[in-house]
């Protein structure tokens, strides 16, 4: 709970900060994740309020890619709304958007909305090949994450058909594609990890490192010290041995 405090609060200083720079791109991009927070939080119709705003700075400043992004975050909180009909306008205008602007990226993830769509309308054959179309794109362009997701739809709907063999290919599928993702996300902990001792090791050396020359210094310090010392004692002692013998 406290983590996710901390992700809104900075999210709310970063808005501010493009709100008084007029950086509309920034700005839409902020809104986007804060509306997925709010959304991960459980916080539907907050995360709603605040993606809609999203959409309207990507229309006003002819922002395609963050209206496509904004859609399709919108549609999965009407989903999870249980909004059927919304869910589908925003999706729908997001995959129009894709078709308009020639752009694939975030395509797999309308189609995977799509699917949940037509699976939650009833429509199972049209849900099971958009599914399919989903995990095909997802393979094509190498994400592990929509793989998974679409993966897991399909061996759900399989299940629903009573093709257990292929539901459980697929689930297969996603599991594997799963575990892939935690061993390289668990790899990338592991390095940040190994990198954050690297450098508090280097720390921890020149730390050393100059507690040594400190010490050397001041070990010098002392017998340059102790030989001026010496140096002015032995003049003393000559200049008294010499007035001895002058006198």
């Known amino acids: 709970q406290e983590d996710w405090e901390k992700a ?20 839409c991009s902020t809104l986007i994740t804060m509306g997925g ?6 916080q539907y119709l907050k995360s709603r309020q605040i993606l809609l705003q999203a959409v309207e700075i990507a229309k006003n400043n002819s922002l395609n890619l963050q209206l496509i992004s904004a859609y399709l975050n ?16 925003h999706v729908n205008r997001a995959l129009f958007l894709f078709e308009l602007t020639g752009s694939s990226r975030y395509l797999t993830k309308g189609l995977i909305l799509k699917a ?26 190498g994400s592990k ?7 897991q739809m399909l061996s759900r709907l399989f299940a629903g058909r009573q093709q257990f063999d292929s539901a459980y290919s697929y689930q297969q599928i996603s599991q594997t594609c799963r575990e892939s993702i935690f061993n390289e996300e668990s790899d990338k902990r592991i390095q ?3 990198l954050q001792l690297e450098m508090e090791k280097k720390e921890a050396e020149n730390l050393l490192l100059q507690e040594e020359k400190k010490t050397q210094l001041a070990q010098l310090a002392r017998q340059q010290l102790i030989i001026t010392v010496f140096i002015i ?15």
């Open 8 to 27: 809104i609060e900075l999210l709310n200083e970063s808005l501010s900060i493009c709100q008084s720079s007029g950086n509309a791109n920034l700005q």
């Open 37 to 42: 927070v709010y959304e991960a939080k459980g």
């Open 74 to 89: 919108l549609s999965d909180v009407e989903l999870n709304l249980n909004e059927l009909s919304r869910a589908e306008d």
């Open 116 to 141: 949940r769509l037509l699976e939650k309308k009833g429509f199972y054959e049209n849900a099971l090949s958009t599914s399919k179309k989903a995990y095909n794109q997802s393979v094509n362009v």
């Open 145 to 151: 994450h929509e793989a998974a997701e679409s993966a």
């Open 192 to 194: 940040g990890v190994r």
């Open 233 to 247: 004692g032995l003049t003393m002692l000559i200049g008294i041995i010499v007035a001895v013998i002058l006198f």
